[in-house]
């Protein structure tokens, strides 16, 4: 009897999607949850009277096709990001990564290549293999910062496409100075090389005041994404997005499915723009988690990687598949992921942090030898 990946491989795959693997993280109950960087906190009652009443006020109509250009949605995220942004400056899509999905489709394909530094979120070479998009890796420092000078050869030499640059950046959380986006952006001109900045957790960074959303005037090949699944508590609803150029936008819309975004989704996430001071209320508490969270695993002797995200990477662990299986074993799931010997947890409520905290000291009083 053949087995099931056996059976997938008799079909007639394109030669680039055979042997690859599936992405996602492990789905398993378990009462603290940390491993997928979903904002711990529900929507507060307010907000979900707000999207139930836009629902509801759309209700009738749903006999009839979406906004194609969801127009609404655009003017509310515009005026969130400030800027001086428009509608016409904004994208959406089903979350963050189908906006990725629709710029690797619109500026990638066979022939280019997407240049990125890891280790970064792992989603990328799988959105560049799906459009048959070379993808090209370059090593962060041992900080997992990006030297500038390296970034700038890299694209000078490789020519790419596209530069995905992750600020801040998933796994490790840190964050990108403005000179290093500007210089990769200036080292792309002669290839007419799209950078896009991928924001999905600025609103967790110690200066959210800080995003390349001051740097897109005058760039036109520049994009900075956004997501509401992290700080919007959204991540049910499924709402990515970006702002860049109207030109940018334009190019989105070649490739896009009709009527991508449904009315519900649309409605949901104009309901949570008229009440996001009422969610961001939520962003501080998270922080307050995260900074916690870094201040005592450096108690613990391990090396937390200081974070701008709603997670931290840490490192320090003899063997992180023990410690993995561990935390499982108390309750507690975490991501395996990042360099060897290093873990990333999420933010959670207090609570779920304490938990955490107590289940990873027991497991190292317990697997390491006495005396050190």
């Not at 000179?179 to 957790?201: H, K, R």
Request: proline residues 6%.
């Amino acid at each position: 009897m053949m087995r099931r990946n056996d059976l997938l491989n008799s079909l007639p795959l394109r030669e680039s999607l055979r042997a690859r693997e599936v992405y996602g993280a492990p789905q398993i109950d378990v009462p603290v949850a940390l491993n997928t960087n979903e904002n711990p906190h529900s929507l507060p009652p307010v907000v979900q009277q707000s999207i139930s009443t836009e629902i509801a006020g759309i209700l009738s109509d749903l006999n009839r096709y979406p906004d194609r250009e969801f127009t609404s949605l655009r003017e509310a995220m515009a005026a969130y990001l400030g800027h001086d942004l428009t509608h016409e400056n904004i994208w959406a899509a089903n979350g963050s990564n189908e906006v990725l999905h629709h710029i690797l489709q619109a500026f990638g394909g066979p022939g280019r290549s997407l240049l990125t530094f890891v280790p970064s979120y792992p989603m990328y070479p799988i959105l560049a293999g799906g459009v048959d998009t070379e993808f090209i890796a370059m090593n962060r420092g041992h900080d997992f910062s990006i030297d500038v000078d390296g970034a700038v050869a890299a694209v000078e030499h490789h020519q790419p496409a596209i530069v995905l640059l992750s600020s801040p950046n998933n796994p490790t959380g840190t964050s990108l100075e403005d000179g290093v986006v500007q210089a990769i952006y200036e080292a792309g001109e002669p290839s007419s090389t799209i950078v896009v900045v991928d924001e999905a957790y600025a609103e967790f960074s110690h200066t959210p005041e800080k995003t390349a959303l001051r740097l897109l005037e005058g760039r036109q090949r520049l994009i900075v994404t956004r997501t509401m699944s992290k700080a919007f508590s959204l991540a049910g609803a499924r709402v990515g997005y970006f702002a860049a150029a109207p030109q940018v936008a334009d190019a989105m819309r070649l490739v896009r499915l009709p009527y991508h975004l449904s009315a519900l989704t649309q409605a949901a996430a104009i309901a949570a723009f008229h009440n996001a001071a009422a969610l961001l209320k939520d962003v501080n508490r998270i922080k307050e988690q995260r900074d916690r969270i870094v201040t005592e695993l450096a108690g613990m002797g391990l090396s937390p990687v200081p974070s701008d995200a709603n997670f931290v990477l840490f490192g320090g662990l003899q063997d992180r598949r023990e410690c993995w299986t561990a935390l499982l074993e108390h309750g507690v799931l975490v991501r395996e992921l990042g360099p060897e010997g290093y873990l990333r947890v999420t933010a959670g409520t207090e609570k779920e942090t304490t938990k955490f905290l107590e289940a990873l000291r027991r497991y190292l009083i317990n697997s390491r030898p006495l005396g050190v």
